[in-house]
């Protein structure tokens, strides 16, 4: 998928129908929007305004909500000491959340004593950006958002005045995301969601998915070969 801006971010849904990503906003040369493609018809949709840059849309492993970050936080402005006629916003992002159509509820509301809409009705694209609702906004950035099992959520965030961690977010067991590694922005899950890959520097290491993990040793990559066929 074309990124015009080079923001990262494409995610299929669990049915394999719905293609999420980012890409410039219809009409808009400066920000980015959330897209979905849907495969059954080949047409494409732009879900978000695009009045505010949008990027790593992630569809959770249950298909009832999808996951974003949105720059569109306005509400600690800092002065400019070099410019004095302005102000700056250090930290704009949010991490938002979506339930793909209007009968989902939010995921800590509780259990309404029935059982929980079918993930298989496809999404209601109507009223999309109206239903998104703020599941994290400490100040920082976040950044590769990748969906785990049981609704786990990891991602990348360097905040405004610490180190940057990878960071797990579980909204069935509560709203605060905890520290899986200190230090890493880079990393890869694996397919069943049970272990990390991580890079710090130039080597790799893995790590179990959970929080408070530490890397004991690397990779060996010593005995590793690379055939390059011209």
Same mark, same amino acid.
């Given at each position: %998928? &074309? !990124? ?15 293609? *999420? $990503? ?21 047409? !494409?949709?732009? %879900?978000?305004?695009?009045? $505010? /840059? #949008?990027?790593?849309?992630?569809? #959770? ?11 569109? +936080? ?9 410019? $004095? /006629? /302005?102000?700056? $916003? ?30 298989? +009705? ?12 703020? *599941?994290?906004?400490?100040?920082? =950035? &976040? ?16 905040? #405004?005045?610490?180190?940057?961690? %990878? =960071? ?25 969601? =049970? ?7 130039? /080597? ?9 993990? =530490?890397?004991? +040793? ?13």
């Amino acid at each position: %998928v &074309y !990124t015009p801006l080079g923001l990262a971010g494409q995610s299929w849904s669990p049915d394999s129908r719905w293609l *999420a $990503y980012a890409r410039g906003a219809a009409g808009s040369p400066r920000f980015t929007a959330i897209w979905l493609y849907d495969s059954d018809t080949g047409r !494409t949709h732009q %879900v978000t305004s695009g009045a $505010y /840059n #949008d990027s790593w849309p992630t569809f #959770d492993s249950s298909g009832r909500y999808l996951y974003f970050v949105s720059a569109r +936080r306005f509400l600690s402005p800092r002065f400019d000491s070099v410019d $004095y /006629n /302005n102000f700056i $916003y250090s930290s704009t992002d949010v991490l938002l959340i979506v339930s793909l159509r209007g009968d989902i509820g939010a995921p800590w509301a509780p259990p309404a004593g029935q059982a929980q809409p079918s993930a298989d +009705r496809g999404i209601e694209l109507a009223g999309f950006e109206h239903r998104a609702l703020i *599941a994290l906004r400490d100040n920082g =950035k &976040y950044g590769n958002l990748i969906a785990g099992r049981d609704g786990r959520l990891f991602f990348a965030f360097t905040p #405004d005045d610490g180190a940057p961690a %990878v =960071k797990m977010l579980s909204l069935a067991e509560g709203r605060e995301a905890k520290t899986v590694l200190a230090g890493v922005t880079d990393f890869r899950l694996s397919a069943d969601g =049970k272990r990390l890959l991580v890079r710090q520097g130039d /080597n790799l290491a893995v790590a179990d998915a959970v929080p408070d993990q =530490k890397v004991d +040793r690397h990779i060996d990559l010593a005995g590793m070969t690379v055939d390059v066929d011209p």
